[in-house]
């Protein structure tokens, strides 16, 4: 399937199979591929999508629903992630073998972003075709957070509104919940980073603030708490007794 969607896309964009694996793999290899006699690494795909310009998400959302025994790897991933742990994500890879090409192509980004080489295998920003249906399942918002990272910030705005205008908040699971209120945190904290002031801000806080108080939900609504307090320049005493708890 993989060969057959590379075909697709290199005739749709007019290239030869010389021009489509210039500089990435020879063209023997390449059409090999192509014709499903040979498979790809994670790594030489990515890097052939990126050369050329082809959504990384896109690309991969003609394999299908993720696979429900992936569900428990989801959280792992994103802890080990978060932590900086390559090792762990190598390991959750080799331990992974659903066949969703998805998760694994996503797990070799994440491992290129921690080790410091995303910029030969850099994912395309997030095609906006992944949110073009009139609601967001886990899958969708579960790769939405990890791509976040590969926007600019006036792009990233517009993934987290429409995430919020399109997401059904009150009929979601509680996993769904905590993925949105994820999503909105990590814009917030580009924000602070970037030290970027817009007006919807309030917006991002007030949705932290409307969650309903269950535990799983709390840190969210904690951290919007601080994020208010900073952006409205109340005392640094005040925020950096904030920040505390919540980096802590």
């Not at 535990?215 to 919007?224: F, G, N, T």
Request: charged residues 25%; hydrophobic residues 40%; contains cysteine.
């Amino acid at each position: 399937m993989i060969g057959e969607n590379l075909q697709e896309i290199r005739k749709s964009l007019h290239l030869t199979q010389d021009k489509m694996a210039a500089g990435i793999v020879n063209r023997s290899f390449y059409s090999r591929v192509e014709g499903g006699c040979n498979s790809i690494t994670a790594a030489t795909l990515l890097k052939l999508l990126y050369a050329h310009e082809i959504s990384t998400i896109e690309f991969l959302q003609g394999f299908g629903s993720i696979n429900p025994n992936t569900d428990g790897y989801q959280k792992k991933i994103t802890l080990a992630y978060l932590n900086g742990d390559a090792k762990e994500l190598r390991h959750i890879q080799r331990e992974l073998k659903i066949g969703d090409k998805r998760i694994e192509y996503l797990i070799e980004l994440l491992i290129a972003k921690l080790e410091g080489y995303s910029h030969s295998i850099q994912i395309e920003k997030l095609s906006w075709n992944l949110m073009k249906k009139d609601g967001l399942d886990e899958e969708n918002l579960w790769l939405i957070f990890h791509v976040m990272d590969n926007y600019d910030f006036e792009d990233l705005q517009g993934v987290v509104e429409t995430v919020l205008n399109k997401f059904d908040f009150d009929s979601a699971d509680e996993w769904c919940q905590q993925l949105v209120a994820q999503i909105v945190v990590k814009y917030l904290k580009a924000c602070f980073d970037q030290k970027k002031m817009n007006i919807e801000i309030q917006k991002m806080i007030n949705f932290l603030k409307s969650l309903p108080n269950l535990v799983e939900l709390s840190e969210y609504k904690i951290q919007a708490a601080y994020y208010e307090k900073y952006f409205q320049s109340c005392k640094k005493d005040i925020t950096s007794t904030i920040k505390n708890l919540i980096y802590a």
